[in-house]
C-alpha cells in the first residue's frame, strides 16, 4: 500500500521560510518522480515543483522559480520542498504526489498517488 506523507506546514510570516517534508513507503522510490501541488480555498489544485526519480532534474512553475527549491533524499524515501521568501499568496494546502513516470512533470494527471496534504498559511 503506498503511503505519502507531508509534514512541515503552519503560520509563517510574509518574508519567512518552511521546509515542507514527504516520507513515502510502499513504492519503488527511486523510479517515480515526484511533484509538489498546492490548492487554495477556491481554487484548483496546481502544480508548484517536480523532481525527476534520480533526482536530476527539476522543474518549477514560474511562482515559486528562484523562491522555492524541491530536493530528494532516495536513502531516506523524502522528497522536500524548501520555501523562501514566503508570500501572502503562497497560503494552500500543499500535497505531494508520485507520478507513473521517472521524471518530474507538471502535468496533474500523470501523478498516481497524494498525499493527504499540508497547511500552509503566510501572514501580511
Known amino acids: 500500500q503506498v503511503q505519502l506523507v507531508e509534514s512541515g506546514g503552519g503560520l509563517v510570516q510574509a518574508g519567512g521560510s518552511l521546509r515542507l517534508s514527504c516520507a513515502a513507503a510502499?513504492?519503488?522510490?527511486?523510479?517515480?518522480?515526484m511533484g509538489w501541488f498546492r490548492q487554495a480555498p477556491g481554487k484548483e489544485r496546481e502544480f508548484v515543483a517536480a523532481?525527476?526519480?534520480?533526482?536530476?532534474?527539476?522543474i518549477y512553475a514560474d511562482s515559486a522559480k528562484g523562491r522555492f527549491t524541491i530536493s530528494r533524499d532516495n536513502a531516506k524515501n523524502t522528497v522536500y520542498l524548501q520555501m523562501n521568501s514566503l508570500k501572502p499568496e503562497d497560503t494552500a494546502v500543499y500535497y505531494c504526489?508520485?507520478?507513473?513516470?521517472?521524471?518530474?512533470?507538471?502535468?496533474?494527471?500523470?501523478?498516481?498517488?497524494w498525499g493527504q496534504g499540508t497547511q500552509v498559511t503566510v501572514s501580511s
Open positions: 504526489a508520485s507520478s507513473y513516470e521517472r521524471t518530474g512533470t507538471r502535468t496533474i494527471d500523470r501523478y498516481a498517488y
Open positions: 523532481i525527476s526519480g534520480s533526482g536530476g532534474g527539476t
Open positions: 510502499g513504492l519503488a522510490f527511486s523510479s517515480c518522480g
